[in-house]
Every structure is written in C-alpha cells, then in structure tokens.
C-alpha cells in the first residue's frame, strides 16, 4: 500500500492538474527570440514548467528527466563519456555488416542524436533512423548526414515499422523513461523491428554509487524510492534487461559486459566531467528535493556534500551493456 508521505509527494510532481496556461509564460519582451517551433510548442502546451524546468506536458508519460537546453547539454556530454569509457559506440558484433550497403540501424530516444549522427558519419553504407518523442532537440537537416533520418515517436505506442527491418537496434540511457510494464511493451516491439540475425544493444547504468559515503548513501535510497513512488520508474532497470532478454524466444546469444564510471577529481579530466554530468541529472529531478523535505537551497548544498565525499571516497558506479541476437528466421526441415 502507498505510505501517506508518497501519496503527498505525488502531488507535489509536475502532472499537477492546476497550472499555468502555457501562454502566461509567454511574454512579449522575449517573442522576439522565439523560433517558430518553440512558439507553436508553446501554444500546443506541448511542455510545462515545473521548478524552472521545462518537462513534456503528457500525464501519461512517466519520464523523470526535463526536456530543456540544460537536459540537452548534459545529454550531449553524457554521450561523450560513454564513447569514450565502452572505447566506442558498441559492442554487439556488427561492424562488417555496418558497412555493407542497405544496412539499417534503429536508435530509440536518441535526444540530440549524438550516437546516431557518430553512427552515420562512420558507417555510411548503413542507415539510421532516430526516434524520440521529442522533437525539439534534433539537429537541423543541413547539420547532420544524409544516411541519417530523425522521426518523432513515442515508443511507447509502438514502432512505426513493419517487423524484420532493422539490422541493429540501439537504446542507451533509458533507465528515467519507462515503467517495467513499459519496459516489457518497448521491448518486444525493438523485437519485432528487428531483422533475424540482427542484434539488440542496451546500455543502463546501475546508478548505485559504489565507495560511497554517508550524504551519498542517503541521497541514493531517496533517489530510489522517489523514482519508484513518484513514477512507477524502476532505476535498477539493469537487473532486469537480461532477464527480458532470456525471457523473449527470439532473442539468443546474450553478453552483458560492464564499465565502471569514476566520479569526481580523483579520476581527472574524465572523473571531473562525469561527476558534473551526475549533478545535472539529480538537479532534473525537481521532485527530489520536496521528496526529501529539503529546500531547493538545501538540496543543492547536499549534492555538493556528495560530490565532496565522492572525491575523497573514489566513487564511481557501473555502466552496463547487454547485447543478444534474434534467431534466424530459417525453418528447420531435420
Ligand atoms: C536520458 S535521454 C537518453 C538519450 C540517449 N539515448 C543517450 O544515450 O544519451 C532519454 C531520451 O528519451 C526520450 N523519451 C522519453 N520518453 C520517450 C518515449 N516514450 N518514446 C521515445 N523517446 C522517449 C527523451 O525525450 C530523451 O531524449
């Protein structure tokens, strides 16, 4: 049964009912610099704002993270230090297949389109659709390669494609998007996309800092609960994708592989800009700080008191990738 207090915590979340009109924050001093998407989403209530943040304004979304220019620069950094700990955009074997012509990649809440446009410069015998349910931070036409193509789509609802057309499905970070249930859903349509003998990659975090000291440990257990009570959101999501995986007939030849993620100074340049990537995504979830009783003021002070812990604990937390294959199509006659 829901305790008292995450029943009132609910109600502190941005899926409030009473709020603003979109068009209160529209003011004509700034018009001016509003590009024309930005005044349509505007008008459409597309986003709302909650604690300075902008979020996509569906109550049937449970997504943790904003969907702003802060949520997109830490998106884009977030991208960079992944490629550069897993050495690369990958794991599953596919790289010959890469670069035969007419083959095709799926990239599923692509944000910015980082991976995918690394993808398609380096591979351009293949092509790559990016989806993602926001459309706002897809870069313009003329800035990305032409073997590369961006469509908005909730993947919740299904994807928008008939089965057997992908060679290679990618989905990276979405531990903050989807419920378990939607977990499942999402999953067995990537499946049904994919091609026979093609592979599936997932990349989740276990967002438990290891090394880590007592504010960190009290800022992860309310960090997980929240997620949980708050949304339905299931941070641990990589204890489970295997699972999935054994679970789906199709899918053979499962490799999990991990990397650990170092936090803070201690590890230099990359130690330094991971543990400001972190900041950025606890700061995204606005509803944290009232979970936990604190100020905005407060929070803020606890997260810096946690990354001071960081440095001198050598924190640092585990990435994961899990790649399996679909099984050939090919009717046995034995
Ligand atoms: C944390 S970002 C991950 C971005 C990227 N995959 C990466 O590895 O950095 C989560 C992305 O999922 C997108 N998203 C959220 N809900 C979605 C949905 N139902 N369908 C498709 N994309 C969704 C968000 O807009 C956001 O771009």
């Known amino acids: 049964m829901m305790s008292k207090k995450s029943k009132d915590s609910r109600n502190n979340v941005p899926k409030n009912k009473v709020r603003k009109h979109n068009l209160e924050y529209f003011d004509n001093s700034n018009f001016e610099t509003k590009d ?32 702003d220019k802060i949520e997109l620069e830490r998106s884009t950094l977030s991208h960079l230090l992944l ?27 692509c944000g910015p389109g980082l991976w995918t446009i690394d993808m398609g410069l380096k591979y351009p015998s293949s092509s790559i659709i990016a989806i ?6 897809f870069p313009p036409s003329d800035q990305h390669p032409q073997n590369v193509c961006f469509l908005t789509c909730n993947a919740i609802d299904g994807i928008p494609f008939p089965q057997n ?19 499942i859903l999402v999953i067995k349509e990537l499946v049904r996309v994919l091609k026979h003998d093609g592979w599936i990659e997932f990349t989740e975090p276990d967002p438990m800092v290891k090394n880590r000291g007592k ?20 941070v641990h999501i990589h204890e489970k994708i295997p699972n999935y995986i054994k679970e789906m007939d199709e899918l053979k030849d499962l490799t999990c592989m991990s990397v ?14 991971a543990i400001k990537n972190f900041k950025r995504v606890f700061q995204g979830l606005v509803f944290l700080p009232k979970y936990m009783e604190m100020s905005n003021e407060e929070f803020n002070g606890l997260l810096n008191g946690c990354f001071e812990e960081a440095n001198k604990n050598k924190s640092f937390f585990t990435i994961y990738k ?4 679909k099984a050939s199509g090919e009717v046995s006659i034995i």
Not at 51 to 57: D, E, M, P, Q
Not at 132 to 137: A, E, G, L, P, V
Not at 260 to 273: A, M, S, T
Request: overall charge negative; some cysteine.
């Open 36 to 67: 024309i998407n930005e005044v349509t989403s505007l008008l459409l209530d597309t986003y709302k704002t909650y604690n300075g943040r902008r979020f996509l304004n569906d109550d049937n979304l449970n997504c943790l993270l904003p969907s």
């Open 83 to 109: 490629r550069h700990r897993w050495k690369g955009n990958f794991c599953s074997p596919i790289k010959e297949k890469l670069n035969t012509r007419g083959t095709t990649i799926l990239d599923v809440g």
């Open 132 to 137: 993602d349910i926001d459309s706002s931070n």
């Open 165 to 183: 057309t992908f060679d290679f499905v990618n989905i990276s970070m979405m531990w903050s998007v989807f419920s378990e249930a939607q977990w």
């Open 215 to 234: 504010k960190l440990t009290w800022l992860m257990e309310h960090f997980s609960k929240a997620c949980q009570e708050i949304r339905d959101v299931n």
């Open 260 to 273: 650990d993620y170092p936090l803070g100074e201690w590890y230099g340049c990359f130690g330094d800009y």
């Open 322 to 325: 899990c790649f399996a294959k």
